[in-house]
C-alpha cells in the first residue's frame, strides 16, 4: 500500500465497503457522540467520515486529535445505516472505521477556524492565508481560477495564438500608473521597471512577423487598492494581432471570454449580442464608462424641461454655459417613501439631494407629486413623463449642473435604484463594448493636455485629425468590456506610424527626443514596416471575481496583498539589508514623520 493513502477523501462509496484504505488529510472536525468518536477527514478533493469506538486498537490516538492536525489512519470502509446517509457529499454512503493513525502533522491552537463560515477580520486571514486557504470557499475559488485560466489557453490555442512570454525585467512604459523600479547592480544609478502590461513588446513581435500572440501575463502596478483591484500586480489575458480593424479584434475575444463565462457561469444567462456603445453615451446613460446593463435605466438629459421654469435652482443653473439636467427614471419607484430614501442616498454622496417627480393616482386620475412637480407645472411635468416614458406608480430623480460634476455620483444612483427596485437582473452577465474614447484630456487645475487612455493608440482621423482638430475632439480606436459595472477588457488599434506617434505624443507634451529615449525599441522597429495590428488585454482575476460571485478580488487572488500594500504572511515590504544597500549604491532618506 502506498505510504500515505490508497484513496482520496472523496474516492470512497458504496463499492469500497469491506475493503481495507488508507487515507490521509487534515482533520475538520471532532465529534463525541456518546463514546463514539467521530472524524470528517478533509484533503483537497473531499471529505471521508472516520470513526473509532473503544474496541478499535486507534481509539486512544484518535481521542488525542484536534482540529487542522494532519494525520494518516488505516481502516475499513463500511456502509452507512440509510438513515445516516449524507447525500450532500460523495462519500456519503460510507464511513471507514479506524484501525490505525499516525500524526503527520500536529497543529497548534488555530488563530482561525477552517471549518464553517465564520468570519474573521482581513489583517487576521491574509497574515494566516496559509490556513485561510484551506477553507471550502477559497478552495473553490482557485480551483475555478485554475480552470479558467485553462480553458483560456485551449480557446486561444484553438483560434490560431501562439503563446509566447515577454520579458519581466524591462524599461518604464506609461501606463497611467505608477511603475514598481527595480535597481540596477550593474549599472549604478539606473533602474529597470516591473512591466505594467506586455504592451511594448506585444507591439515588437507583430513588427517580428508573429500573426497572432497571445500570453497569461503578470502585470505590475504601485496602484492604490480597490474591492475589484490589487496594488501591486494581477494577471491578464493578453493578446495582438496583425492586420486588423477593431471589429476583427472584437469578433476574435468574444467568443473566448463568452465562451468562459458560458463554461464557468453555473447556468447564468450570458448575453449573446454585445452592445457597442461609444464612450460619450456611456457617461450620459449610465454615468460610467463600465456600465452594468443588467440594469434597464437609462439616464436622459431633460434641460428643455426646465429652462424658464419655476423650479428656480435649475433654471438659474442652465443659465451657465455647459451646465444642464438628467433625469433617472424609476419604474415602480412611485412612493415618497423611497424618493426621500433615494434623496437620502444622494447626501450621502456629499450632494445637498436629488429632485424628483413620481406619479400617483388621485380620485382615479394620474397625477405627478413631489416638490419639483408643485414648481414647474403639469404641462412640464407631463412633457417629462413621456420623454422618459414612465407611468402610474413610477418616478424620475434629478440631478444638474456640469456633467463631470454629477455623472459618477447619478451613475451609483442609478445602480442603487436598480437595485432598490428589483430591476437588476442577477442572473445574468450582460456585455457592453464601450467604443471612441476621446484621446486626450485636459487637467481641471493646469488645462494642461494629456493622453487619456492608452497612448499607443491609433487616433481616429489618423494625422489629419490631429493637425487639424481640438485635442479634446480628437477620438481613439480605443475600446473596453464592461460586464456587470466591472472593466473586463482594455484594448486598442496600435498607432504603427512613427510620425502620427510623435505628433500624438507631442500634442500630450512629450517632444520627439523624449519619445525616442523613453521608447525607441519601439519607434526605430516602426521604421522597418510594420504592420498594421491591435489587440486587448482581459482582467483574469476580474473574471474569475465575477464568475465566483465575489465582491473582493481578494477572495480569487492566492496570496493577496492588504488595502496598505503589505503581505502580511511574509512581511513584505521588508528592509533591505546593509550589504545590499551598499552594492546597489543606494541608501534610504528617512522620512520626516512630521
Known amino acids: 500500500m502506498h505510504a500515505f493513502?490508497?484513496?482520496?477523501?472523496?474516492?470512497?462509496?458504496?463499492?469500497?465497503?469491506?475493503?481495507?484504505?488508507?487515507?490521509?488529510?487534515?482533520?475538520?472536525?471532532?465529534?463525541?457522540?456518546?463514546?463514539?468518536?467521530?472524524?470528517?477527514?478533509?484533503?483537497?478533493?473531499?471529505?471521508?467520515?472516520?470513526?473509532?469506538?473503544?474496541?478499535?486498537?486507534a481509539f486512544k490516538d484518535v481521542e488525542k486529535v484536534r482540529a487542522e492536525w494532519c494525520i494518516r489512519i488505516d481502516g475499513e470502509v463500511k456502509a452507512r445505516a440509510a438513515a445516516l446517509v449524507n447525500p450532500k457529499i460523495p462519500t456519503g454512503e460510507v464511513e471507514v472505521f479506524v484501525r490505525g493513525l499516525e500524526v503527520l502533522g500536529a497543529s497548534e491552537e488555530l488563530p482561525l477556524q477552517v471549518f464553517g463560515d465564520q468570519e474573521y477580520p482581513e489583517e487576521t486571514r491574509l497574515k494566516y492565508r496559509f490556513l485561510d486557504l484551506r477553507r471550502e470557499k477559497l478552495q473553490r475559488n482557485m480551483v475555478l481560477r485554475s480552470d479558467v485560466v485553462a480553458s483560456m489557453r485551449q480557446r486561444m490555442w484553438a483560434r490560431g495564438f501562439k503563446e509566447f512570454q515577454t520579458p519581466i525585467i524591462t524599461a518604464s512604459s506609461p501606463e497611467g500608473a505608477r511603475d514598481f523600479l527595480v535597481p540596477s547592480r550593474q549599472h549604478p544609478g539606473k533602474f529597470y521597471a516591473l512591466p505594467q502590461a506586455p504592451q511594448q513588446f506585444k507591439q515588437l513581435l507583430m513588427v517580428s512577423g508573429f500573426d497572432k500572440y497571445f500570453q497569461i501575463a503578470p502585470c505590475f502596478r504601485d496602484e492604490d487598492p480597490r474591492a475589484d483591484r490589487s496594488p501591486t500586480d494581477f494577471y491578464q489575458l493578453d493578446l495582438e494581432m496583425s492586420f486588423v480593424e477593431q471589429q476583427d479584434v472584437f469578433d476574435t475575444i468574444q467568443p473566448v471570454v463568452g465562451g468562459i463565462f458560458e463554461e464557468f457561469g453555473g447556468g447564468r444567462t450570458v448575453d449573446q449580442t454585445w452592445e457597442q456603445i461609444s464612450y460619450k453615451d456611456a457617461a450620459l446613460w449610465y454615468g460610467t464608462d463600465k456600465p452594468d446593463l443588467r440594469n434597464p435605466i437609462r439616464m436622459q438629459v431633460v434641460s428643455e424641461h426646465f429652462k424658464g421654469s419655476g423650479f428656480a435652482i435649475f433654471a438659474k443653473l442652465l443659465e451657465n454655459e455647459g451646465t444642464e439636467i438628467r433625469a433617472i427614471p424609476a419604474p415602480t419607484g412611485g412612493s415618497r417613501k423611497f424618493c426621500d430614501r433615494m434623496n437620502a442616498f444622494a447626501q450621502k454622496e456629499g450632494l445637498p439631494g436629488m429632485g424628483y417627480i413620481f406619479w400617483r393616482e388621485t380620485d382615479g386620475v394620474m397625477e405627478a407629486a413631489g416638490p419639483l412637480a408643485k414648481n414647474i407645472g403639469p404641462e412640464r411635468t407631463e412633457a417629462i413623463r413621456q420623454q422618459l416614458g414612465l407611468g402610474l406608480g413610477d418616478a424620475a430623480f434629478f440631478l444638474g449642473g456640469k456633467p463631470g460634476a454629477f455623472e459618477k455620483v447619478a451613475g451609483r444612483a442609478r445602480t442603487e435604484i436598480g437595485t432598490e427596485l428589483g430591476l437588476t437582473d442577477l442572473n445574468r452577465f450582460a456585455f457592453a463594448w464601450i467604443v471612441d474614447f476621446p484621446m486626450y484630456e485636459a487637467d481641471e487645475d493646469s488645462g494642461k493636455i494629456d493622453f487619456s487612455h492608452n497612448p499607443f493608440s491609433m487616433p481616429q482621423g489618423g494625422m489629419q485629425a490631429l493637425e487639424n482638430s481640438d485635442p479634446l475632439d480628437v477620438l481613439g480606436y480605443q475600446y473596453d468590456l464592461a460586464c456587470n459595472g466591472y472593466e473586463l477588457i482594455s484594448g486598442a488599434i496600435r498607432n504603427h506610424k512613427p510620425e502620427i506617434m510623435f505628433k500624438a505624443f507631442d500634442i500630450a507634451g512629450y517632444g520627439e527626443d523624449e519619445v525616442r529615449k523613453r521608447f525607441g525599441g519601439m519607434v526605430n522597429a516602426f521604421k522597418y514596416g510594420a504592420p498594421p495590428h491591435g489587440g486587448c488585454a482581459a482582467g483574469i482575476d476580474r473574471i474569475v471575481m465575477l464568475l465566483a460571485d465575489e465582491a473582493n478580488i481578494r477572495e480569487v487572488i492566492l496570496f493577496p496583498m492588504n488595502q496598505r500594500a503589505e503581505d502580511l504572511m511574509m512581511g513584505a515590504p521588508s528592509e533591505p539589508m546593509n550589504e545590499q544597500m551598499r552594492e546597489l549604491g543606494l541608501r534610504v532618506i528617512p522620512q520626516d514623520k512630521a
Open 5 to 57: 493513502r490508497s484513496h482520496t477523501c472523496a474516492d470512497l462509496n458504496s463499492s469500497h465497503v469491506g475493503q481495507t484504505v488508507r487515507l490521509s488529510g487534515w482533520v475538520n472536525r471532532v465529534r463525541d457522540h456518546g463514546g463514539i468518536l467521530f472524524i470528517d477527514l478533509r484533503d483537497h478533493y473531499g471529505i471521508t467520515q472516520i470513526l473509532a469506538d473503544p474496541d478499535s486498537p
